[in-house]
């Protein structure tokens, strides 16, 4: 192995342990946030609703657009993705 090569791998793993772009607002890493279990609120106007637990980031969105295409006949919906951890329901909001 060369020495240039030694050094980006070492580079690579320095930064990986670092943390990543997420925690600039977030105490978790961007892995963590996207694997999270959720619980999602629905908004529609000054109404709003929880549709239930998601597993993921990813799954969270489904379940809010799936609700919207259900229930909303205009494009004036929200929703937000709050994160299941450390004994809290709604420990950091995500989307």
Known sequence: MTPYRFVFIGSAL?????????????????????????????????RDERLGQAKGLAQCGVVARTQAARKVRSSQWSYVCCMIAKGSSCYEKHR
């Open 14 to 46: 320095l930064l990986a342990s670092c943390g990543d772009e997420c925690s600039s607002y977030s105490e978790f890493s961007c892995k963590q946030i996207e694997n999270a279990d959720y619980n999602v609120f629905f908004f529609v106007g000054d």
